[in-house]
């Protein structure tokens, strides 16, 4: 029964993260539809897209689900990214697009996504499992875009892109149902036979902001977010610029998500077993030398789709690694408050990835300068992990074991 309950809480975890990051990373298949329909330049989108992506890293989603439970955390937030696709369908201008786009939307994904849910499957998953949990829940958000981004190239196609958001809103209602089979109120004590942490979370936190460790993470993790926030809000626009058709640019982001889902798993699984820090740093050197090799070849419509399915592996792999290296050296009990510390950095980087990719293209009429941005942020994320201590940082006590 204990398996069985782990297991669905997992896929429970999963499919959230699936619907709420699946449906984000459709967003940029409407650049072009609505900067067209509204008669603005990119940089307006994009900047909608940057508020969004900063409110989506605000941890205090993270901290209320530490101190009131992950369950109405997530149902509000289901309901509130609901209602936030649907007004920027019924309400087509430049301030809807803003406020339902950019602020509600960034709420509902503050809300459902992997700082809540992360924190709540920690709860159910025993400690020696949860970094290989925590692979599987980002690989969930990978089968999402793998699965909702070619849905909607399809909504768009058949129905025009007010339509295909009104029935995205749809489809985000599912989280809020969801949202009952994790664990409710946080219960102090751990899953199994592990150490008790007894600090108070402001010890917590008044320790990790101490901790160099937590800051290079935090740094790191704002490259990450500058990468992907960057290539999937733009890339679909720079391949049509290139001539490519709509359907490429699906696919290439159909086949980051399902090559993330092997990419998220393997290094989870390998973060069990090898030390994260340099897991991380290979992984943005890799990002680094992919698109290195992506620019110096020929843009055809192979190309595009191969830079999909390499990048994709490198894609969200970096948060189980993360994560998990958060929880290794301040514990487990407060890892959605300071995991969504952390995370606010990779936010930080989205939003300057997504608004700096329309507003430079706006400037000069092409991508390069964000292009080589990328190039040197994964270089210089790469470098900064090596130095990273990772030793655990907090004081903890036996657990009571069982007469």
């Known amino acids: 029964m204990r398996n069985k309950t782990i297991l669905l809480v997992v896929l429970a ?18 650049l072009q539809p609505i900067t067209g329909s509204l008669g603005i330049g990119r940089e307006l989108f994009s900047l909608s897209m940057a508020i969004q992506n900063l409110i989506f ?15 109405p955390i997530l149902i509000a937030g289901g309901v509130i990214y609901a209602a936030g696709l649907l007004f920027v369908a019924v309400s087509p201008n430049t301030t809807a ?49 793998f699965a909702v981004v070619p849905f909607t190239q399809w909504l768009l ?13 749809v489809f985000v209602w599912l989280i809020a149902l969801l949202a009952f089979v994790l664990p409710g109120r946080r219960k102090d004590g751990g899953t199994s036979a592990e150490p008790e942490e007894t600090q108070t979370m402001s010890e917590v936190l008044a320790q990790a902001v101490r901790h160099s460790g937590f800051w290079l993470l935090f740094v790191g993790f704002f490259v990450c977010g500058f990468h992907v926030a960057f290539i999937a809000t733009h890339m679909p626009a720079y391949l049509a610029d290139n001539g490519l058709a709509p359907s ?19 290094f989870g699984w390998l973060g069990d077993r090898l030390r994260k820090k340099y897991l991380l740093s290979f992984l943005y050197g890799m990002r680094a030398v992919v698109i290195v090799i992506f620019l110096m070849l020929p843009l055809t419509s192979a190309s595009a789709i191969v ?6 592996f490198l894609w969200l792999a970096t948060v189980p690694l993360t994560s998990g290296a958060v929880a290794q050296i301040f514990g487990w009990r407060y890892l959605s408050t300071l995991y969504g510390i952390v995370f606010l950095g990779h936010q930080i980087g989205a939003f ?6 329309g507003r430079i293209y706006d400037t000069v009429g092409n991508y390069d300068t964000v292009w080589m941005m990328s190039i040197a942020l994964g270089v210089f994320a790469a470098l900064i992990h090596l130095p990273l201590s990772d030793r655990p940082a907090l004081k903890r006590t036996p657990s009571p074991q069982p007469a």
């Open 97 to 145: 697009l803003f406020l339902s786009l950019g602020l509600l939307a960034g709420l509902g994904l503050s809300s459902a996504s992997y700082v809540v849910v992360l924190g709540a499957v920690a709860q159910a998953v025993p400690l020696q499992q949860r970094t290989a949990a925590f692979g599987l829940i980002t690989a969930g958000g990978s089968f999402g875009m």
């Open 248 to 266: 490429v640019s699906a696919t290439a982001l159909a086949l980051i998500g399902i090559f993330n889902m092997f990419g998220s798993y393997s």
């Open 307 to 312: 830079f999909g399915a390499v990048i994709g």
């Open 13 to 30: 975890g999963a499919l959230i993260v699936a619907i709420s990051m699946g449906t984000r990373q459709s967003f940029g298949l409407f």
């Open 57 to 71: 890293g605000v941890p205090l989603m993270g901290i209320l689900a530490d101190r009131y439970g992950a369950r």
């Open 352 to 357: 300057l990835g997504v608004w700096l990719g």
């Open 157 to 169: 196609s058949g129905f025009g892109w007010q339509r295909a958001m009104i029935l995205l809103a």
